[in-house]
Nanobody
């Protein structure tokens, strides 16, 4: 069963940057569009960025152009570089397929906390 493991979160001051990483198990990662989602306390999970199999990207308005998504199919990894972080970016960040495939569980995510 395919699984995702997210790392790279932490506590950062407003205006700071973080680079999140996601490692997928299995051998089908390269055939799937993947994205980064986030869930803030008391809010629904939302998709913030997508990278397609061939590398093209789509961004939501959530991070307002302050992030860059990328992937390395040879490593089955996806990344999210986030800059100019603000307190409202505080959330648990997850990676998953886009659209989300029901048979693949959510990973534990990685906590991003933006606070002075």
């Amino acid at each position: 069963q395919m699984q995702f493991m997210e790392t790279g979160g932490g506590l950062v001051q407003p205006g700071g940057s973080l680079r999140l990483s996601c490692k997928a198990s299995g051998s089908v990662f390269r055939f799937l569009d993947v994205g980064w989602y986030r869930q803030a306390p008391g809010k629904q999970r939302e998709l913030v960025a997508t990278v397609r199999t061939h590398g093209s990207t789509v961004y939501s308005d959530a991070l307002n152009g302050r992030c860059t998504i990328s992937r390395d199919n040879a490593k089955s990894e996806a990344y999210l570089q986030m800059n100019s972080l603000q307190p409202e970016d505080t959330a648990i960040y997850y990676c998953h397929t886009v659209p989300r495939r029901q048979g693949i569980p959510w990973g534990q995510g990685t906590q991003v906390t933006v606070s002075s």
